[in-house]
C-alpha cells in the first residue's frame, strides 16, 4: 500500500488544557466511578433508614451540627482559591500558580482537621449499630479522598517547587483542580444526608 | 480521494500544510525512511531483558500477557469445573468432601467471573482498541500496566489461599449472613472480598483508560459514526465497568468493615440487612454479565463483517441496541431476588424489565442473519464459533427469558436450569466469540496463522460437548436438584443425566486443550500471516502482524466506516509530522476525530508494578488487620509519587519549562492550548 | 466446505429437535419435579411453561432455521470474486431485509407481551391463596434441618416437629419463613416456587395440594457446608387423616413400657441428648435440634436424608458426623447396650 501525506500535524500544540486533553477524561473517568461508589452509600443509607422504626435508631443521639458546617464551609470556601489556581495555571503564570496551590494546601489542612473533630459530632460509633455503620463509612469514604486530594495538591506544589515548569504540570493542576471541586461538590448531598436528613425527614 | 474533504475542514488551530489536491495528484511515494522507522522503533520499543518486560507499557505487550493470564485462570477454573462434574456424576459420590466442594464451586464461579471473563475482555480491549483506532498507544499506558499486575496478584493471591485450604466457600455471591463474621469466620472470605478489591480496580483502570482512548485518540476521520463496531462494544462495555463495579465494590467494603471491625451492616440484630448485600451484590451482578457478553458483540460484528465480506447490516442498529443494551441491563437485578418475596409491583417491574432486554438481543441477531443472508459467507474458524454462538446463544437467551416471569423464576431459580441457561448465555455468548476472535486475531498477535483444520475439530469437539454437558441441565433442574449441592441421593433419579454431563465436560476438556495445542503449535509452525490474511476492513489489519512497537508507521487517515474497504485507491492518505523520536499521539475531537493537539505519553516505568505490589500487600493485610491501611499506605504513597514524579528534564520531548519562556510566548501558548 | 457446514448444521438441528422432544416427554414424574404439578400454584406455573416452551421452542426453531437459509444461498453461484468486499450493497435488497428485521423485532414484541400478561395472570393466581383462615404453620430454617410449628390460637394447641410437613389435601395452609442462621430456601417444587427464609425478615407461601402423596422439598439457597443435605418431605393426606396426624402429635411422648425402653429414656436423659433435644413429657426442653417427641411418626431423619430405620438412627446417634460432615451433632460413643436400649425408646416414640 501506497501512502500519501494527508495531514501534517506538527505546528499542532503539544499540550492543551481541558477537555481537549486526555488527561481531563481520565479524571472524568475516576469522577465518575467515585460519585457512584457514594451515591450507593447514600442510596444504602436510605435503604436502612426504610428499614428502621427510630431514625436514629434509639438511643444514638442526632449528630451535632457545628463542626459539620465549619467543614462545610471551609470546602466551600476553598473552591475560590482554587479557582483562582486554576485561572493562573491556564495562563501558564507559574508565581500565581504556586501561590494558590499553597493556600489551598493551607485550607485543606483546615478542613482535613476540622473532619477530624467532625467523627465526634457523629454522637455515634460505627459498631454500634447499623445507622452508626453507614453513617461512618459515608464520611469515611469521603475523608479518604479528601486527604488522598490534599496530598495530591501536595506533590503537584512540589513538582512546580522543584522547576519542572513544563506546561503539562500546568495542564496536571487544572484537572487536580477538578477534582477538588468534585471532593467539595460531593460532600453537599453527603453533608444534607448526614446532618439534615434525620432531622427534617 | 476523499483525504481532502478531511483535510479542508482543518481550521487555523490544525495547520495544514501542503495538502495536496486533487489536480496536483502527489505521486505516491513510499514515504518512511529506514532511518525513520528505526527511530520510532527506538522510540517505542520495551527495553530487552526481564526488566523490560517488567517495565512494559506497550498496550500490545500488556494485552498479550492480559490475554495469556486470563486464560491461564480459564483454566484453572475449568479443572475445578471438571473436579466438580467427576463429583456429581453419580450420587453420593466420594471423591469430593463437602468442604472440598464447597471451597472449588466457590472457585470456579469466582475466577471465571472475576479472573477470566472481566479481565479476557478488557485484555482483548486493551490489545485490538489503539490499534483499531489508528494510534500508537493506549490512553493511560502505565495506568494500563498498573491494571495488569494488579490483576495478576489479585489472581495469584487468590489461589495461593485456596492451596493452603483457605479457599473462599460461601459463592461467588458470597450471601450474607452466611459470608459474614458469625457464620465464616477465618479468613476464607475476607480473601474473597479483597480479591473483589483487585479486580474491580484492575477493571476501572482498564475502563478509563479504553474511554479515554476511544474518544481521544481516534485517527483522523473516524468520525463518531465511522467507529468500528468492536470498539463501540469496548466503549459501552467500559461505561457499564464504570457504573457497575463500584456497587459491588462498596458491598465488599461493607463486608470487609463487618468482619473485621464489627460494623453492622448485614446485622439484623443491630438495624442491618441482609437483602442490602443481594441488591448491591446484583446491582453489579446483572449488568457484569453483559459487561462480559456486550464485547463478544464486538468480536461477533468483526467477524461477521469480515467472512461475509460485506458491511454489517444495520450498523446504526446495533450500535443502538449495544446502548440499549447497556442501559437496561442496570434495571434487572431484582430478577435475582424474586424468590426473596418483594412486593408485587416491584416484581411485576422486573419482569417487564428483563424481558425487554430481549428485544435489542433480538435486534442483533436478526441483523446478524440479515447480513448473513445477504453476504457471501467463508467458512473458516472464527465464522464457525460464531455460528456455534447463534445455535447456544439464542437458546440461552430463550430460556432466560422463560426466568423473566417470575412464577417460572420461583420455580427453576437456583436450581441446575439456571446453572444450564448462564452456560449456555455466557459459553455461547462470550466464550464461543471469544474462541472465533481468539482464531480472528491470532494471526495479528503472532503474524501465524492457525490451523484451519485442527479448528475445525476444536469447535466441533466444543460444540457437541457443551451441548451434551449443558442441555441435561435443564432437564435437572426441572426435575428438582437444586445447585450448589455436593452430592444428591440416588432416589432422585439425577444420576443418569449427570453421568450424561460429566461425559460431556471430558468432550469440553478436549476441545479447549486441541485449542491449546493448536495455539502452540501455529505460534512456531503456522504459515505466516501477512498484514491482511482475512481481507478485514479495520485499521489493526493496516500494519504489519505482530504490528511493530509503535503500531503505524503514519498514522493513518480514515476515509470511510470500513477503514480499509473504503480505501478506492491505491494511496492511503497518511498524518505527517509527528515526532518519531518521541512518544507522541494524536489527540483529535471526541464527535469527529479532526486533529486537535498532540501529547507525548509516558515512558516505560517499574512504578506501576510498585504501586500494584504496594496496593496488594495493604490489601492482604487488611484481611488480618485494619491497621495494615495504615501502614500499606505509606509504600504506596511512595510508589505514586514515584509513578507520577517528573524525569530529569528531557529535553527532547517535553516542552522546555515555562519559566524560561518570554511572556509574550506564554500568553500564545496558553491561547491556543484553551 | 460449505456443504460439510450444512451438514453439521441439519445434524445440530436434529439432534436439537430430538432433545426438545426428549425433555418434552419425560420428566413429568418424579416426587420432587416441577413437571408433574400436585397443586393449584405448581399446576399453573407448569401450565405458564409449557406455553413459553413452546413458544420458545418455535421462535428457537425458526431464527436456526433462518440462520441455515442464509448460510444455505452461498451455493447459488455468487462466489464470483469470493475475496472483493461488497462495499455497496444492492440498495433494494437492504431495503426488503430492513423490512423483515423490523417485523421480526415486531414479532418479538409481540411474543414477549403475551408472555408478559400471561406471567401477570399466573403471579396473582399465586396471591390469590392468601387467606387469614388458613392453617398456619411457621417454618424455621437451621443449618441444616427445619423446623415445623404448627401455630394455634390457643397456645396449648401448638406443637413442634422437623423436617417433615403434614398438609390436608385441597386446604390451602399459610407457611410463614425465618430463618435463625443464614439465608435458607424453601422449595416443594410438585407444590409450588419456592420463598427464602431470611434472618430479619418473615416470608410467606401459600401451600395447597390437590393430590394425596409425599412430597420432596430441598433448600434452595446455598447456606453452608450440608446445603446439599437439607431436605424434608411434604405429606398430603385426606383431612380425617391429617387431623389424627394433628391429634397425635399434640400429645406429649408415650411414656416407656419396657424395660429396655426404660433404660433407654434414662441414658437419653442422661447423655448430652439434652442439651439440645426436647422430647416433650420429660425433662429434656432445649430447642436448637429437633423436637424428638414423635420421632419414629416420621419417614426421615437427618433433615430427609436417611430413612427412618434403627440402623440409620444408630449409625447417626453414633457418629454422624461420618454421615453428614459439618453437622451440628455431636458424635455420642454409648457403650453398645446403651445404644440399643436408646434405640428401643426412640423407636417407641410414635
Not at chain 2, 585 to 594: G, S
Request: net charge neutral.
Amino acid at each position: 500500500m501506497k501512502r500519501r501525506p494527508g495531514i501534517d500535524v506538527s505546528d499542532l500544540p503539544q499540550f492543551a488544557f481541558g477537555s481537549r486533553g486526555l488527561i481531563w477524561w481520565g479524571v472524568w473517568g475516576f469522577l465518575a466511578i467515585e460519585t457512584t461508589m457514594l451515591v450507593i452509600c447514600l442510596v444504602s443509607y436510605f435503604y436502612l433508614q426504610d428499614r428502621a422504626t427510630d431514625w436514629p435508631p434509639p438511643p444514638t443521639q442526632l449528630p451535632d451540627l457545628g463542626v459539620p458546617t465549619a467543614t462545610l464551609a471551609v470546602l466551600l470556601l476553598s473552591v475560590v482559591p482554587m479557582h483562582l489556581l486554576e485561572r493562573a495555571a491556564r495562563r501558564l503564570d507559574t508565581r500565581r500558580t504556586i501561590l494558590w496551590t499553597l493556600v489551598c494546601i493551607a485550607l485543606g489542612v483546615v478542613f482535613c482537621v476540622l473532619r477530624g473533630f467532625e467523627f465526634y459530632s457523629l454522637n455515634v460509633m460505627f459498631d454500634s449499630n447499623a445507622y452508626g455503620s453507614v453513617v461512618w463509612t459515608i464520611i469515611g469514604v469521603h475523608s479518604f479522598h479528601l486527604v488522598a486530594e490534599v496530598i495530591e495538591t501536595c506533590v503537584l506544589a512540589a513538582v512546580l517547587l522543584a522547576g519542572h515548569t513544563e506546561p503539562k504540570y500546568f495542564v496536571d493542576s487544572t484537572d487536580n483542580a477538578l477534582y477538588w471541586y468534585f471532593i467539595v461538590a460531593i460532600w453537599i448531598p453527603c453533608y444534607a444526608v448526614l446532618y439534615l436528613a434525620p432531622r427534617f425527614l | 480521494m476523499k483525504a481532502e474533504e478531511n483535510t479542508a475542514q482543518n481550521d487555523e488551530t490544525t495547520a495544514t500544510t501542503g495538502a495536496p489536491s486533487a489536480q496536483e495528484a502527489v505521486p505516491a511515494v513510499s514515504l518512511i525512511e529506514d532511518q525513520e522507522r528505526a527511530e520510532l522503533e527506538r522510540t517505542w520499543r520495551d527495553e530487552p531483558g526481564l526488566w523490560g518486560w517488567l517495565r512494559s507499557v506497550d498496550h500490545k505487550s500488556i494485552g498479550k500477557r492480559y490475554i495469556v493470564t486470563a486464560f491461564v485462570f480459564f483454566l484453572l477454573g475449568g479443572l475445578l469445573a471438571v473436579l466438580m462434574r467427576l463429583q456429581l456424576s453419580r450420587p453420593e459420590n466420594t471423591l469430593l468432601g463437602p468442604d472440598l466442594y464447597n471451597q472449588i464451586f466457590t472457585m470456579h464461579g469466582t475466577t471465571m467471573m472475576f479472573l477470566f471473563a472481566i479481565p479476557v475482555m478488557e485484555a482483548m480491549g486493551i490489545y485490538l482498541v489503539p490499534l483499531m483506532v489508528g494510534t500508537r498507544n493506549i490512553a493511560f499506558p502505565r495506568l494500563a500496566a498498573f491494571s495488569y499486575w494488579i490483576y495478576l496478584f489479585g489472581g495469584i493471591t487468590l489461589y495461593v489461599f485456596f492451596f493452603l485450604n483457605i479457599g473462599p466457600d460461601t459463592g461467588w455471591f458470597s450471601y450474607v449472613p452466611l459470608a459474614g463474621p458469625e457464620f465464616s469466620p477465618g479468613k476464607r472470605v475476607d480473601i474473597w472480598s479483597q480479591l473483589i478489591n483487585f479486580t474491580e480496580i484492575a477493571a476501572l483502570a482498564a475502563s478509563v483508560e479504553l474511554i479515554a482512548t476511544v474518544f481521544k485518540l481516534r485517527a483522523p476521520g473516524m468520525s463518531v459514526n465511522r467507529i468500528p463496531l468492536f470498539v463501540w462494544a469496548l466503549l459501552v462495555m467500559s461505561f457499564m465497568v464504570i457504573f457497575a463495579m463500584p456497587a459491588v465494590m462498596t458491598s465488599s467494603l461493607f463486608l470487609t468493615l463487618d468482619r473485621l471491625v464489627g460494623t453492622h451492616f448485614f446485622n439484623p440484630a443491630e438495624g442491618g440487612d441482609p437483602l442490602l448485600w443481594q441488591h448491591l451484590f446484583w446491582f453489579f451482578g446483572h449488568p457484569e454479565v453483559y459487561i462480559i457478553f456486550i464485547p463478544a458483540l464486538g468480536f461477533v460484528s468483526s467477524i461477521i463483517q469480515t467472512f461475509t465480506r460485506r458491511p454489517n447490516f444495520g450498523y446504526t442498529a446495533l450500535v443502538l441496541s449495544m446502548i440499549a443494551t447497556g442501559f437496561i441491563g442496570f434495571g434487572l437485578w431484582v430478577h435475582h431476588m424474586f424468590a426473596t418475596g418483594l412486593p408485587q409491583l416491584g416484581e411485576s417491574f422486573f419482569t417487564a424489565a428483563t424481558m425487554m432486554i430481549a428485544i435489542p438481543s433480538g435486534v442483533q441477531i436478526f441483523c446478524w442473519i440479515a447480513t448473513l443472508w445477504s453476504g457471501r459467507p467463508q467458512f473458516k474458524t472464527p465464522l464457525l464459533f460464531v455460528l456455534g454462538f447463534f445455535f447456544i446463544f439464542v437458546l440461552g437467551g430463550l430460556s432466560g427469558v422463560m426466568q423473566a416471569s417470575v412464577p417460572v423464576n420461583l420455580q427453576v431459580h437456583d436450581t441446575f436450569f439456571v446453572v444450564a441457561h448462564f452456560h449456555y448465555v455466557l459459553i455461547g455468548g462470550a466464550v464461543f466469540p471469544l474462541f472465533g476472535a481468539f482464531y480472528y486475531w491470532f494471526p495479528k498477535m503472532t503474524g501465524r496463522m492457525m490451523s484451519e483444520r485442527l479448528g475445525r475439530w476444536n469447535f466441533a469437539l466444543l460444540f457437541v460437548g457443551f451441548n451434551l454437558t449443558f442441555f441435561p441441565m435443564h432437564q435437572l433442574g426441572l426435575q428438582g436438584m437444586p445447585r450448589r449441592v455436593y452430592t444428591y441421593l440416588p432416589g432422585t433419579g439425577w444420576g443418569k443425566l449427570n453421568m450424561i454431563a460429566t461425559a460431556g465436560g471430558v468432550v469440553m476438556t478436549v476441545g479447549v486443550a486441541l485449542l491449546i495445542a493448536n495455539a502452540l503449535w501455529s505460534r512456531r509452525r503456522g504459515r505466516a500471516a501477512g498484514d491482511n490474511p482475512w481481507g478485514a476492513d479495520t485499521l489493526e489489519w493496516a500494519t504489519s502482524s505482530p504490528p511493530p512497537s509503535y503500531n503505524f508507521e503514519y498514522i493513518p487517515i480514515v476515509q470511510g466506516r470500513e477503514a480499509l474497504w473504503a480505501r478506492t485507491t491505491d494511496d492511503a492518505p497518511i498524518v505527517t509530522g509527528l515526532r518519531t523520536n518521541c512518544r507522541d499521539v494524536l489527540v483529535t475531537k471526541t464527535l469527529d476525530a479532526e486533529p486537535d493537539n498532540t501529547m507525548t505519553l509516558p515512558s516505560p516505568s517499574i512504578w506501576p508494578m510498585g504501586v500494584a505490589f504496594s496496593a496488594a500487600v495493604a490489601f492482604i493485610g487488611s484481611c488480618f488487620t485494619p491497621w495494615a491501611v495504615v501502614w500499606g499506605a505509606i509504600p504506596l504513597f511512595v510508589s505514586l509519587v514515584g509513578w507520577g514524579w517528573p524525569k530529569p528534564k528531557d529535553e527532547t520531548c517535553d516542552l522546555t519549562p515555562v519559566d524560561e519562556w518570554s511572556d509574550e510566548e506564554r500568553r500564545k501558548e496558553a491561547r491556543r492550548a484553551q | 466446505m460449505s456443504v460439510r457446514m450444512r451438514r453439521l448444521g441439519r445434524g445440530a438441528l436434529r439432534s436439537c429437535v430430538l432433545a426438545f422432544y426428549a425433555l418434552a416427554t419425560t420428566s413429568c414424574t418424579g416426587s420432587q419435579s416441577i413437571l408433574n404439578p400436585a397443586g393449584p400454584n405448581a399446576g399453573n406455573v407448569s401450565r405458564l411453561w409449557w406455553l413459553m416452551f413452546y413458544t420458545c421452542a418455535a421462535v428457537f426453531l425458526l431464527v436456526i432455521g433462518f440462520l441455515i437459509a442464509a448460510l444455505a444461498r452461498t451455493r447459488r453461484g455468487r462466489n464470483k470474486t469470493p475475496h472483493v468486499p461488497d462495499t455497496d450493497p444492492d440498495a433494494r435488497r437492504e431495503r426488503r431485509m430492513r423490512g423483515v428485521v423490523a417485523g421480526a423485532v415486531v414479532v418479538t414484541v409481540i411474543i414477549l407481551f403475551v408472555f408478559l400478561v400471561a406471567s401477570f395472570t399466573t403471579s396473582r393466581s399465586l396471591y390469590a391463596l392468601a387467606d387469614p383462615n388458613n392453617l398456619r404453620i411457621k417454618v424455621n430454617g437451621q443449618q441444616w434441618w427445619w423446623q415445623v410449628e404448627y401455630e394455634n390460637d390457643v397456645a396449648s394447641q401448638t406443637f413442634r416437629t422437623a423436617n417433615e410437613i403434614h398438609i390436608p389435601v385441597g386446604q390451602t395452609v399459610t407457611l410463614r419463613l425465618t430463618s435463625s442462621d443464614v439465608i435458607h430456601s424453601f422449595w416443594v417444587p410438585n407444590l409450588g416456587g419456592k420463598r427464602d427464609l431470611i434472618p430479619g425478615h418473615e416470608t410467606t407461601l401459600w401451600l395447597k395440594a390437590d393430590k394425596a402423596g409425599t412430597y420432596r422439598g430441598q433448600c434452595a439457597e446455598y447456606c453452608g457446608l450440608q446445603h446439599a443435605h437439607m431436605a424434608f418431605v411434604v405429606v398430603a393426606e385426606p383431612v380425617e387423616q391429617f387431623n389424627a396426624w394433628m391429634e397425635a402429635q399434640r400429645r406429649p411422648a408415650v411414656q416407656p413400657v419396657s424395660a429396655e425402653q426404660q433404660r433407654g429414656q434414662q441414658v437419653f436423659l442422661s447423655s448430652p441428648c439434652v442439651m439440645c433435644h426436647t422430647i416433650r413429657g420429660t425433662d429434656a426442653n432445649a430447642s436448637v435440634a429437633p423436637d424428638l417427641t414423635h420421632l419414629a411418626s416420621r419417614q426421615t431423619i437427618a433433615a430427609g436424608m436417611l430413612p427412618n430405620t434403627r440402623g440409620h438412627l444408630g449409625g447417626w446417634i453414633s457418629n454422624s458426623q461420618e454421615l453428614k460432615p459439618g453437622n451440628r451433632m455431636p458424635p455420642n460413643p454409648l457403650a453398645p447396650e446403651d445404644l440399643q436400649a436408646l434405640l428401643s425408646y426412640l423407636e417407641s416414640l410414635k
